[in-house]
């Protein structure tokens, strides 16, 4: 069985196709990389895999825990277990930080502890400091309104506060160390390895990934990752070995990925690229 | 009263009568318990279950602690508590008698008519012409100090009935008034008029803190004609919130900051349903050195309704600071919201500022709650009851306290 299975999708935002029989497979306990140049489609493909409004699917189709999600509004693909680091959230004017933590979390308990004892909204607060001041987020953030005001790195790191209340399955981190420095890549990179359960024994690893990167450093704290794409104009060119596939952009740029030709010599020529912990 | 004053009243009634520009015929509606026996009830213990109700859903809690309790239903008033001494509340028609200027007493008529116009449009000229029909009267003396909120709680208890109120509040100087005060409707008198003269009287460094929560029907027509007058390092500040049905609401308080750096703080809060029709705003005009004023709105309009939310300020004197901040958000397709700001510099030593924001919830807002996990309709909720967590850091702490109750309470059960 696979967890997600992106079957030959094409999308269409705002009347123009950017997606182009696009298909993606992650299993149980997998992570893997998309990498391209700016405007290939990344971004497109997470608010398509949300259902967000003006994503339009023309043709193919998207499975998630074995269940077609293509057309399910985008809460009830949240309710199943798939959750979004944006690249860009919106600032929520009116909506305090704090306060759609706690509703995260009642959703969270609703969802998945509805068998077992009841997560109230009490025992959240306190758990919702500690989440919090592991991020270095004063209560004067939680106070703000989502993302307004905050830097490029807050952002970030408030998006993945969210993650940490919500525990999704399959996490989707669209450029999480973009515009962050270089302390708190390493502090993103450390909760995503959590988050993922990159410490448990494989048998154990339940949770999979897709990260979006441009940059490559965040991987090396993110143990193993199962396979690199490459995404150009809208479709995958080029799938491997993540070491492999980088080293060859850093040589080679992009362009050679459409052929797929640059990989042959990748690792070796370029081992300062270092996956190993 | 004023021969003058009256016979002009008249003459703009008459007027007024041949244009009906807003469609209200003041002829169509009665006086209702006009002359009937004032004070049905001894004490609080003695007002009726249903009655309560109402006032609670304008936030007035008889059980609460206060500083007096002021209750007119229709045009006579049914109790009268006042429990601070140096700070009267009583009704006004035996205000006027006890305050006629005789042994170094205050006179009352001095201020009658002094910050509202009477002769200004058909209603106040209707409530002149009424002579002075009951209301209260609320007097601070020099220094003295609410402990508790005042509260008051004017009640249309008829169908067909145009209530005529008239108020007048005094804060002497260094004197500091909290008032709660709720106007509601009878479920059973919907169809009803209810007109309301308040005049303001604040004095050298005297502070007002004003709340007032307004519950009508979908057939009641409300015309509040509001006058405050702010003299030297005078503050008011000034909550509005209507979060029911209405017919046509039409008001427009006039504040006169006459004194040096006296200031104005004014809040209003409309959630328009239904085919309600809302015209509201405030006009302040800066004359003081130094004198400020802010003038904010948060609308929020469903259904049909259509709400006007204008905001006047005039700068007339030295060093003058004036903002207008209205938003509104238009959650129905039949809705509508015009946003009429208006700042007037008359003096090149002023700054006034003015922003206002119309529209409906951002999709992608609405989208990224979803990918929380919230449902369309959670993530609506969520961002317009964040729009309407309205800043009460401007009234002193048990005001502020009690009139967020107030909100929190009046939107959870209009909005469901
Ligand atoms: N609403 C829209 N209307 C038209 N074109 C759009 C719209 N939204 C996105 N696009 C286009 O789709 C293409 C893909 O955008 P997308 O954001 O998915 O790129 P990306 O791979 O995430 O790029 P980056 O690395 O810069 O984040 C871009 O050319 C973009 O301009
Ligand atoms: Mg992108």
Redesign the pocket.
């Known amino acids: 069985m696979s967890f997600l299975r992106i079957d030959d999708i094409s999308v269409e ?2 009347g ?1 196709l ?1 997606l182009k029989n696009f298909s993606l497979n992650i299993d149980r306990g997998e992570v893997h990389v998309l990498l ?1 140049p ?7 493909l997470i608010k398509t895999l949300l259902g967000f409004k ?1 994503y339009k699917v023309l043709q193919g189709h998207i499975f998630f825990k074995d269940q077609e999600i293509t057309e399910l509004p985008t809460n009830e693909r949240v309710k199943l277990g798939i959750g979004v680091l944006f ?1 860009h959230p919106p600032e929520i004017n009116g909506v305090k930080l704090s306060n759609l933590l706690t509703v995260c979390g009642q959703k969270r308990g609703n969802n998945n502890h509805s068998s077992t004892e009841d997560v109230c909204e009490d025992d959240l607060a306190p758990d919702l400091q500690n989440l919090a001041s592991r991020l270095n987020f004063t209560d004067e953030y939680l106070n703000r309104d989502v993302n307004m005001g905050f830097s490029g790195g807050e952002v970030k790191r408030s998006e993945i506060l969210q993650m940490m209340v919500l525990k999704p399955d399959l996490l989707l981190f669209d ?1 999480p160390d973009s515009g962050v420095d270089v302390e708190n890549v390493e502090l993103i990179a450390k909760i995503m390895r959590e988050l993922l359960d990159r410490d448990k024994i494989p048998s154990l690893q339940n949770k999979s990934g897709l990260i979006i990167t ?1 940059l490559g450093y965040i991987l090396k704290f993110l143990g193993h990752i199962t396979r690199a794409h490459i995404m150009m104009d809208g479709t995958i060119t080029c799938s491997g070995d993540p070491a492999m596939i980088i080293n060859a952009i850093m040589k080679n740029g992009f362009e050679s990925c459409r052929q797929c030709l640059a990989c042959t010599d990748g690792a070796t020529v370029f081992p300062e690229v270092d996956f190993s912990l | 009263m004023n021969q003058d004053v009256k016979s002009k009243a008249q003459q703009v009634l008459n007027e007024a009568k041949l244009k009906n520009d807003d469609g209200i015929n003041l002829d169509d509606y009665n006086m209702g318990n006009l002359g009937e026996a004032e004070g049905a009830y001894q004490s609080e213990s003695e007002i009726p279950r249903d009655i309560k109700e109402s006032m609670d859903s304008v936030g007035i809690d008889v059980s609460a602690k206060k500083s007096g309790l002021y209750l007119q239903s229709g045009n006579k008033h049914d109790l009268c508590v006042s429990n601070v001494k140096g700070v009267e509340l009583m009704p006004i028609k035996e205000a006027l008698i006890k305050y006629d200027g005789t042994d170094g007493k205050l006179n009352l008529k001095d201020y009658l008519w002094k910050a509202v116009a009477p002769d200004k449009d058909k209603y106040t000229a209707e409530a002149a012409i009424q002579e002075i029909t009951q209301g209260y009267f609320i007097y601070a003396k020099k220094g003295q100090k609410t402990i508790f909120p005042l509260q008051s709680c004017l009640f249309v208890n008829l169908p067909g009935m145009k209530q005529v109120v008239h108020n007048i509040i005094i804060a002497e100087e260094g004197s500091e008034l909290d008032i709660i005060t709720g106007c509601t409707v009878h479920k059973t008198a919907k169809k009803a008029l209810h007109l309301g003269v308040s005049e303001f009287y604040v004095k050298e460094n005297a502070r007002v803190s004003f709340s007032m929560v307004h519950n009508w029907g979908d057939d009641t027509n409300v015309r509040p004609r509001t006058g405050i007058i702010l003299e030297d390092n005078a503050q008011f500040s000034n909550f509005y919130i209507v979060m029911s049905a209405v017919k046509n609401l039409q008001t427009n308080p006039f504040i006169q900051l006459l004194g040096k750096n006296s200031s104005y703080y004014g809040q209003t809060l409309i959630y328009g349903k239904g085919d309600s029709y809302f015209d509201t705003g405030a006009t302040a005009h800066l004359i003081g050195e130094g004198s400020k004023a802010e003038l904010i709105s948060r609308v929020l309009a469903v259904d049909n309704a259509h709400i006007i939310a204008r905001g006047t300020i005039i700068g007339d004197g030295k060093n003058v600071t004036g903002h207008i901040d209205c938003s509104a958000l238009i959650l129905s397709n039949n809705s509508r919201v015009d946003s009429i700001p208006e700042i007037s510099a008359r003096n090149p030593e002023v700054t006034l500022t003015h922003e206002a924001s119309v529209g409906k919830i951002a999709d992608d807002h609405i989208e990224y709650l979803m990918s929380r996990g919230l449902s369309e309709d959670e993530a609506i909720n969520l961002i317009v009851s964040g729009f309407l967590d309205v800043d009460t850091s401007p009234l002193p702490e048990k005001l502020a306290k009690e009139t967020e109750k107030i909100i929190e309470m009046v939107s959870a059960s209009e909005m469901g």
Not at chain 1, 38 to 44: D, F, L, R
Request: zero cysteines; charged letters at 20%; aromatic letters at 0%.
């Open positions: 935002v705002g123009k950017i391209g700016n405007g290939a489609g990344k971004t497109t003006n690249q450029e441009h």
